[in-house]
């Protein structure tokens, strides 16, 4: 996300530094899902840190490690109702 990134009407915000998100029965993974495979996903998202999920080969392909940080810099942030910040086990 870069600088001036903005959202409007949402009701829940989740940052994460995670590789993939639970929908329904599957996951979305953000390398590994093809187009076919983001078709055939039903079902809403599982809510909060169980629908964030992290795949070690994903993370791997990238060059990372499996630690992440996520970091809010020189910015701001308002939020009207529900905000998760999630980092995989990395540093906030």
Sequence with gaps: MG???GFTNVGALTLST????KLGSGTFDVLSTTSLDA???TGTPVPGPAGLVTNPATLTS???GIKGNLVLQGGLLTV???LLLDSQDGEL
């Design 18 to 21: 995670a590789t993939g998100l």
């Design 3 to 5: 600088s001036g990134a």
């Design 62 to 64: 990238l060059g990372l």
């Design 80 to 82: 009207d109702s529900s």
């Design 39 to 41: 078709a055939g996903l």
